[in-house]
């Protein structure tokens, strides 16, 4: 029976391994799917982020100057000569100076006893000051002006004028632009006169 006894040892020395075979197959086919762990971001203890603070849709937008008038120079539309009658005395050539109040650029005269060092950026005495304000906010910077002065109307000038009460005329145009004048001799109040010579003789220039 030597064949009877090869197979059982075969038999004996294969057992084992499919065993090991068929319980490798029964982990694969039945363990348990591990469920999935949440993500941190979901479990997280911690406070959710705040958010960061945006300006308010509300909020009163500050006028800015407009392309077209960043570019504009007041001093293409006041010569030298209209200065000085307006201000009754030689004046220097015109100096390009900010214009805070305008939103625009100044051209500033300066007579024979404006205080040096001269600053285009300041009103001096004895001196004009001519700004023109073209472009899409040119009617607010004029409304603006007037909301904050003592404003005095006055016909005759543009679409709309007003004098501030104190240093200056404004005007606006039917087209929109904004003229501001300030004439202001040494040692004197300025003059309202002076100003709407000023303005009258500027007006077809705009």
């Known amino acids: 029976m030597p064949a009877a006894r090869s ?78 009658a307006a201000l009754g005395t030689s004046v ?40 023109v304000v073209k472009g899409s906010d040119a009617t607010t910077w004029f409304h603006d002006y007037r909301s904050k002065v003592a404003a005095v109307s006055e016909a005759g000038l543009g679409s709309q004028a007003y004098w501030d009460g104190d240093a200056s005329l404004s005007v606006l145009t039917s087209d929109g632009s904004y003229l501001r004048v300030a004439v202001a001799p040494a040692g004197a109040a300025p003059s309202l006169a002076a100003e709407k010579q000023l303005a009258t003789a500027i007006l077809p220039a705009l």
């Open 92 to 131: 220097t050539a015109g100096v390009p100076g900010t214009a805070t109040v305008e939103g625009g650029k100044a051209c500033v005269f300066y007579g024979p006893a404006s205080p040096a060092p001269h600053d285009p950026n300041v009103a001096q005495p004895d001196s004009v000051r001519v700004v």
């Open 7 to 84: 197979v059982r040892a075969v038999a004996a020395l294969l057992g084992p391994a499919a065993l090991l075979v068929s319980a490798c197959g029964a982990s694969t086919s039945t363990a348990p799917s591990t469920p999935s762990t949440p993500s941190t971001a979901a479990t997280s203890s911690s406070p959710a982020a705040t958010p960061t603070p945006t300006a308010s849709a509300s909020a009163t937008p500050t006028p800015t100057a407009s392309v077209s008038t960043a570019g504009f120079n007041s001093c293409s539309v006041v010569t030298q000569a209209q200065a000085a």
